[in-house]
């Protein structure tokens, strides 16, 4: 007999991870595939930290790693977000975690239980909502909408708040929308948060770097949110080390000592090679950052153009990340050979049958009506990819 615990049975399984092994059996069968489902860079970790982890290896850097990261990346950490993000940490405020993923549902777990709630604005990265289900609390939705560009306003907020929140998640750059509050916006925010002072900010910033506006705002420098503020960030978007898994959260001393005793108990610390490459990409030349930067803008100008073309997409403009998240219900009810588009969901395994290109529908970003494209991939794939999907929607009646 099977006997699962109620933890479990709560969580539904990845969207994003369930769409790539639909890819990945298509693929063995021989299927020519293209994949826009996968949030990760194509390029490959650049040369020098893949240097400095070799290295790392011949020093007999193999063994357990402190809890909480080395301290030399700890601190490497606090140089970083005081010279790129003008915000003064200490190295026991920093915990490096097995990737920015830990590091959100660390937080989690750590402020909020039963009787608690999460604002959660969508759509959202899939993951928020069941690591909050894992905590026992609730997960309450902010509907955000494509004419507002996907951003949560102040009003929105305002009427969201219960006596029982204790935490809103905020991502910037936007996963899946490619959205990016200004700071501007993020001090509105923070001026209704002042209002309700249990509210804890988990600031999701793993996308920083992949940002066509020219800079970065972080909650963090929202007037009073500093100590109310737990940012998240990590190497694998900006320095394509997604498998490395390397993740940190920056926070009060309370949450960060919190943070680390979780962690003691269930992963310890973070992988001991990892983390000297990491230090390597904080402290080595960031030129490998901008040039992948760049080519992420050119890429994004190419799928928006190209999207457009698509009958039935409505598309707006990502301002970072790399994601297209164009709204698609128009598209629904129609049919082709028997198979209905009844939602987004439908439309992205109409479009891996019909045009072999993966995507992954909007349900599970909390946006049923949109459909997320990863441009994480070449120009050369974007136009194959793009001009399939078109022929296959073009079937459509």
Known sequence: MTQLSDNVNRLQASATLAMTAKSMELQAQGIDIITL????????????IKVAAKQAIDDGWT????????ADLRQAIVA????????TYKPEEIVVSNGAKQSVCN???SLVGPSDEVLIPAPYWVSYPQMVLLSG???????????SGFKVTPEQLEQAITPHTKAIILCSPCNPTGAVYSQQELDALALVLERHPQVIVIADEIYEHINYLGTHASFAKAPNMFERTVLINGVSKA?????WRIGFMAAPVWLAKACNKLQGQYTSGPCSVSQKAALAAYTGSQQCVEDMRQAFQRRRDLIVSLAKEVPGFEVNVPDGAFYLFPK????FGKQYNGVVINNSTDLALYLLEYAHVSTVGGDAFGAPDCIRLSYATSEENITEALSRIKRAIEQLS
């Open 328 to 331: 698609c219900d128009s598209l």
């Open 107 to 109: 937080a989690i777990i």
């Open 63 to 70: 063994r357990y790693s402190p809890g909480m990261g080395y």
């Open 80 to 87: 970083k977000l005081q010279n790129e993000n003008g915000l």
């Open 37 to 48: 489902s996968v949030g990760e860079p194509d390029f490959p970790t650049p040369e020098h």
């Open 239 to 243: 320095y394509a080390m997604t498998g």
């Open 137 to 147: 609390a609730t997960p309450v939705y902010i509907q955000t909408t494509f004419e």
